[in-house]
């Protein structure tokens, strides 16, 4: 059952499998947004949210910044 993957995977890997499935679509949209050049409503869909909003909300939560924001600096550190 569900619950019991739940159980087992955060017994086995000590996170919540949730948690662990947020960390590794944001790790991916985080290395989208540095090395390529699609849009973000892309990046969103290709790391797994079929909804840009929720994608937005939890790269904020997890970041501390938009993925705007997080683009703009990245580009800011490269170029200067």
Do not use: C, W
């Amino acid at each position: 059952s569900p619950s019991y993957f739940q159980y087992l995977y955060k017994s086995f890997f000590g996170i919540p499998f949730k948690t662990d499935l947020i960390n590794i679509r944001m790790d991916y949209a985080r290395g989208l947004i540095l090395h390529t050049d699609l849009k973000l409503e892309r990046v969103a869909r290709l790391s797994g949210y079929n909804s840009e909003i929720h994608f937005y909300r939890q790269f904020k939560e997890k970041t501390g910044m938009t993925p705007r924001e997080y683009l703009a600096k990245a580009r800011g550190e490269n170029n200067g």
